[in-house]
Antibody, heavy 120, light 110 residues
């Protein structure tokens, strides 16, 4: 059974960099799939942040691209998100998820999410 | 900026049928946008229901179905149960590996 678990600081100061990690269990990242980050501000909808392929190719939401870096560590079977120059608008629940982008397009496994608050 | 639009809210009676739609600001939604549908209940992560327009995951109840309807992606719930009350999100895949979620539909079962 594939499981994803987000981790990282729950509080980040404005202008600093938000850093989160998603640990994958039950499946080897090196075996395939895309691994993505999605966020949800309080009381609002879902926003795709970006994704990384197991080979390291990255795809970002154009609205966040200048501030986002997603990386993968296959040795630890995890992938990470860095979002720089954060403001209160970046306060959200951050989810990681597994998805495809060929054949049958689906996003089937999600982490439970981690809440990040941007505040001084 | 691409915008994906869903009905903000819908109400349905238990046992009834309801259709939620998902429109794209770029034009008609086709199977090439590989519409996905997710259900989210308060305090929980989204749960995948439908992928690539009309395919169900192994855990998706039979009363959920996906289709294309009048240039939009559609999610139909037939024989609605009280536990179907939730927020529903569509996801469209755009060329260049861009993913865009709809704003969500709050479904009330009353």
């Amino acid at each position: 059974q594939v499981q994803l678990q987000e981790s990282g600081p729950g509080l980040v100061k404005p202008s600093e960099t938000l850093s989160l990690t998603c640990a994958v269990s039950g499946y080897s990242i090196s075996s395939g799939y895309y691994w993505g980050w999605i966020r949800q501000p309080p009381g609002k909808g879902l926003e795709w942040i970006g994704s990384i392929y197991h080979s390291g190719s990255t795809y970002y939401n154009p609205s966040l691209k200048s501030r986002v870096t997603i990386s993968v560590d296959t040795s630890k079977n995890q992938f990470s998100l860095k979002l720089s120059s954060v403001t209160a608008a970046d306060t959200a629940v951050y989810y990681c998820a597994r998805h495809t982008m060929s054949g049958w397009y689906y996003m089937d496994v999600w982490g439970k999410g981690t809440t990040v608050t941007v505040s001084s | 900026q691409t915008v994906v639009t869903q009905e903000p809210s819908l109400t349905v009676s238990p046992g009834g049928t309801v259709t939620l739609t998902c429109a794209s600001s770029t034009g008609a939604v086709t199977s090439g946008y590989y519409p996905n549908w997710f259900q989210q209940k308060p305090g929980q992560a989204p749960r995948a229901l439908i992928y690539s327009t009309s395919n169900k995951h192994s855990w998706t109840p039979a009363r959920f179905s996906g289709s294309l309807l009048g240039g939009k992606a559609a999610l139909t719930l037939s024989g609605v149960q009280p536990e179907d009350e939730a927020e529903y999100y569509c996801l469209l895949y755009y060329g260049g590996a861009q993913l865009v979620f709809g704003g969500g539909t709050k479904l009330t079962v009353l």
